[in-house]
């Protein structure tokens, strides 16, 4: 990749050359309703990335990453900025709001080495839209009447949402005027982002990563609607977010949460509202990085893990937090759905229908031990490694990886 915008790779012609596949890219999803720990598996492979790309979202979305015991908080950025050698990419599906991104910035630079000269290592696309503070001020009332509004230039926009919302109060010109102070610092970043990607896939051999930010029921067309983002955060948002063809696709690996978690209202069939749902909470930190709200919690469900699977076709699986299961004495786990006494075969898309499916179960003994020194598969207790294989099985997905601790080190590898 040319630092300088020259090309290292030819345009495409109709050349043999052309017709070249290119590298591959390595995509991250999550694979449930969010949280499910994808910062961490981006972290563990942008170790040897060159470059780690955003495709979708914005900074309502967070990741959080451990290193030598700093935690540093991802809204905006690539996670796998924190790499020194890594160039970050925000692609064209990215919504962004400037001042956020730098605060963000900011914030983690204060915490540890990982970010320093990170305005070096990041390129925007041209083609990204930025997102500004009465956007952010219209979600609270756009939440509740789920309807959104086209988007125009600044001063039009904001004076079509102060007729929409007359209580909305915009600064227009105070705004205008801070925005105008990141211009010389947001203008070396941003590339025609297109073009930066062919070169990325058709140069010199380079591993990208791909970083998904929310999670496949929250996509906006194939999540449980309307409580949705409203971007494609399964595969399909991987093309359309980076202007890249499906044939650069490599691995999918999906991010699963050894149970299951859900931020706000919504039919979530495994939650257990309960004394199980509270210590999984409890034991899990389970509290949302962006909003600070607490996180419902319920059984691993399998029937939901399947139809992302169907979505996004999983090359292999990463489970996290299995070490919150340490405590209990039996953990189950959903596998299908029954309405009227008679499985379905698949995901409901009405909310209605999934908010009165009733849960088949199986139910594991557990291993009441602590996991969390596990740097094996093999120094897992015998029923924490019949509880993976389980899924692995059902799903017919193999299991890559294991988190067992909040640490980079605490992954464990299996192939």
Request: proline share 5%; charged share 25%; with cysteine.
């Amino acid at each position: 990749m040319s630092e300088s915008g020259s090309s290292s790779a030819s345009i495409p012609n109709g050349g043999a050359a052309s017709r070249q596949p290119g590298n591959k890219v390595t995509v991250v999803l999550g694979a449930q309703w969010g949280d499910e720990g994808k910062g961490k598996v981006v972290d563990l492979l942008a170790q040897d990335a060159d470059i780690v790309c955003r495709c979708q979202g914005g900074n309502n979305a967070g990741h959080t990453v451990v290193v030598d015991s700093v935690e540093y908080d991802f809204h905006l950025l690539p996670s796998g900025i924190i790499n020194p050698k890594v160039m970050a990419f925000i692609g064209n599906g990215v919504v962004i709001h400037l001042p956020g991104l730098f605060e963000e910035a900011e914030k983690n630079v204060k915490k540890g080495k990982g970010l320093e000269g990170w305005e070096k290592r990041l390129i925007i696309s041209d083609r990204a839209h930025i997102v500004f503070d009465f956007h952010q001020a219209a979600d609270g009332i756009q939440e509740q009447q789920r309807q959104e509004q086209a988007g125009k230039k600044f001063k039009v926009l904001a004076n079509q949402y102060k007729s929409i919302y007359p209580t909305l109060e915009i600064d227009i010109e105070g705004e205008l005027k801070r925005l105008k102070g990141y211009i010389d610092r947001i203008k070396p970043m941003v590339r025609d982002g297109v073009y930066f990607m062919y070169e990325a896939l058709h140069g010199p051999p380079k591993k990208i990563l791909v970083e998904g930010a929310n999670a496949a029921l929250l996509d906006i067309d194939f999540g449980t609607y309307p409580f949705v983002t409203s971007s494609n955060c399964t595969v399909g948002g991987v093309c359309t977010g980076l202007g890249m063809p499906p044939q650069n696709v490599g691995e999918v690996y999906g991010v699963v949460k050894a149970y299951t978690t859900r931020v706000g209202i919504g039919a979530f069939p495994t939650e257990q509202d309960n004394e199980i749902g509270e210590l999984l909470q409890t034991r899990g930190k389970e509290v949302g990085v962006t909003t600070g709200r607490k996180r419902r919690c319920g059984w691993l469900d399998l029937v939901l893990l399947r139809y992302a699977h169907m979505i996004n076709g999983f090359t292999a699986l990463a489970l996290t937090k299995l070490d919150i299961l340490d405590v209990f004495p039996e953990i189950k786990v959903g596998v299908a759905y029954k309405i009227n006494d008679k499985i379905i075969p698949h995901f409901p898309a009405n909310q209605e229908v999934l908010n009165k499916v009733e849960v088949q179960y199986e139910t594991f003994p557990g291993w009441k031990k602590d996991i969390s020194n596990a740097r094996t598969f093999d120094e897992l207790p015998v029923n924490a490694q019949n509880y993976v294989r389980f899924i692995e099985m059902e799903l017919g997905i193999p299991v890559k990886w294991i988190g067992v601790g909040k640490s980079r080190e605490s992954m464990i590898q299996l192939f």
